[in-house]
């Protein structure tokens, strides 16, 4: 199966300031039709997840333009332009290139 | 607006059976890859199993944990996922979303407990 590395695991933030959470794939992402299934989402407590991010770099609709995707290959990054008290929870990349689809461990996000 | 509302969970003893239904609505089913997401307590999110449309053959994938003790079917006349679970160990212990295999869209989560 393919393992996705989600680096760092606890990311404390300040209000206002940029968040970079990195996903390492431990085989390519690159799917035989020319995609790169790799997709982001965020998991606030008692909610479920909500994708962000699809395919590397797309957002998903009603997704604050602060978020952005970028990579390719095996390596992949999230970022936050400017964190907001909201965007606190927990990260995860996940790979739908290969069967079976795997997240990373996930990242907490929490506010200093 | 798209709907996936799962059903089923509950409070059961390990080894016996219980099965999970995901009604889906606002979005063409009968063409959708679908799946079942499990997030067991104080754990990440695991995949447990996708099937496709019917024309795309239809067939369930499994994850190894659960290969041989998991059936995922679907109903594409009442627009409903299912997940059919026994041999129900203590480790299925989770909360278990019906999902997209994309991730574009998912349910609110159906809490399955496996406790003697």
């Known amino acids: 199966d393919v393992v996705l590395t989600q680096s760092p695991l606890s990311l404390p933030v300040t209000l206002g300031q940029p968040a970079s959470i990195s996903c390492r794939s431990s085989q390519s992402l690159v799917s035989s039709d020319g995609n790169t299934y790799l997709n982001w989402f965020h998991l606030r407590p008692g909610q479920s997840p909500r994708r962000l991010i699809y395919t590397v770099s797309n957002r998903d609709s009603g997704v604050p333009d602060r978020f952005s995707g970028s990579g390719s290959g095996t390596d992949f990054t999230l970022r936050i332009s400017r964190v907001e008290a909201e965007d606190v929870g927990v990260y995860y990349c996940m790979q739908a290139t290969h069967w079976p689809s795997t997240f990373g461990q996930g990242t907490k996000v929490e506010i200093k | 607006e798209v709907q996936l509302v799962e059903s089923g969970g509950g409070l059961v003893k390990p080894g016996v059976s219980l099965r999970l239904s995901c009604a889906a609505s606002?979005?063409?089913?009968?063409?959708?890859?679908m799946g079942w997401v499990r997030q067991a307590p104080g754990k990440g999110l695991e995949w447990v199993g996708r099937i496709g449309p019917k024309s795309d053959g239809g067939t369930p994938d499994y994850v190894a944990p659960v290969k041989g003790r998991f059936t995922i079917s679907r109903d594409d006349s009442e627009a409903t996922l299912f997940l059919q679970m026994d041999s129900l160990k203590i480790d299925d212990t989770a909360v278990y979303y019906c999902?997209?295999?994309?991730?574009?869209?998912w349910g609110q989560g159906t809490l399955v407990t496996v406790s003697s």
């Open positions: 999902a997209t295999t994309g991730g574009g869209q």
């Open positions: 606002g979005f063409t089913f009968s063409n959708a890859w």
